[in-house]
């Protein structure tokens, strides 16, 4: 049974721009190839300018809390430099010209079993192909899945997509679920759990339907009530389970682990085709974009030839982002490349123009009550803008999801997301000097 969480809002959705555009695939002419795609320490490239690649060969890895890289076109590198990359920061890249040709690397096997595999063998697997939360959070997925053996009782994959405009999941569970159900039970060999649940947002009918076609009995299907954030982790554990997450906690702690529907579709493609990570579906839509469309983009795709793709810009863009209008972050280039959490491209019009000039907060408690994280948001921002630290840690702004509920419902216009994660960026950057010292 579906149940609900504290807060939320319900946002208009956007998603008939391109909920019907089917996942076309994009053949770019360069890649430009990040290093740091995920939670954890950058990779280190393994190729140099000048170097031949095949589709899928490992271009970069390192040790501890990484998960290498591929590339995503057979070709010639290019370049191995700083270049700018989606969190708005320059990054170090592999760019690689495109051959045309997509010679798949030669350690490519396909697998017709895995009844032989151990669950540390599978696990490995997962981790050579590089697959990371496709969600957007960008964690390890070996790790999550490591960190849960012995402790969860149940599985989650979260196929919710609730966050306006962005359709890459639903059209992903509609057109190709045999990978989300076959991912899925990869990770039911490995975790073991005692209830296995997908969830999906009611407004997906389709989704829905494509994926009780593929599902096994032992798998529960649950339609959930359309409100944002349901496909966040906690919240969505909350609706399935009941269960809540603990402030500073993991999943694991209430026995969950939760993973995202490309995710699984990622775990089948590195398990049973051999394929590690080299692309994933992207929306690119808003009102600013001429053909609102679903891609299927190699990793480091240019922003500029996804726009291209999607016929243009049909007027001057007011703001793009890389994901969606409510956790989505501003772009102030389109030399970017897509990474493996890079589900969509928002690209507004001066229609969605809603900023205001010198905002003044009215007290009115509307951040407190959509919070689904049961935070005070008006006082953390407060804080925040008078550099009290103590105040930020004990109001647990890091627990902030970055939802944007808050911001949201906010008649005055106060940018708090942007406010949280300076927050976040200062208490870091105090531990970092208190450890240091």
Known sequence: MARSFFGGVHPKGFKELSCEA?????????????????????????????????????????????VPVHASVSGTVVAVEMRPTPAGTNGMCVVIESDGRDTLCPAIQKRESIADLSPEELTAIIREAGITGMGGAGFPTNVKISSGMGKVDTVIVNGAECEPYITSDDRLMRET????????????????????????????????????????????????????PQGAEKQLIQSVTGRCVPPGGLPAAVGCAV?????????????????PLVCRAVTVTGRAIARPSNFLAPIGTLYSDLIEAAGGFCCQPYK??????????????????????????TCFSEKDNHEVAEPHCIRCG????????HLMPI??????????LEKLEKGNVMDCIECGSCAYGCPAGIPLVQSFRTAKKML????????AK
């Open 379 to 388: 006082f953390l921002h407060r804080a925040q803008k008078n550099g009290d």
């Open 22 to 66: 089917p996942i076309v695939p994009l053949r770019p002419k360069l890649v430009s190839i990040a290093m740091s795609q995920h939670i954890g320490k950058p990779c280190t490239p393994l190729v140099k300018v000048g170097d031949r690649v095949t589709l899928g060969q490992k271009i970069g890895d390192g040790q501890g809390l990484c």
């Open 177 to 228: 679920p045999e990978r989300v159900a076959g991912g899925l039970r990869v990770i039911q060999k490995i975790l073991k759990p005692a209830r296995t649940a997908v969830g999906i947002e009611a407004n997906k009918p389709q989704a829905i339907a494509a994926m009780k076609r593929v599902l096994n009995d032992d798998v529960e299907l649950l339609a959930l009530r359309v409100r944002y």
């Open 259 to 275: 993973f995202n529907a490309a995710t699984c579709a990622a775990i089948y493609d590195a398990v049973y085709e051999g394929m």
């Open 428 to 435: 870091r950057d105090a531990k970092a000097k208190e450890a």
């Open 366 to 373: 509307k951040c407190v009550d959509v919070c689904p994280m």
């Open 320 to 345: 793009i982002l890389c994901g969606g209008p409510m956790m989505g972050i501003a772009q102030h280039t389109l030399a970017c490349g897509t990474i493996k959490g890079n589900n969509a491209l």
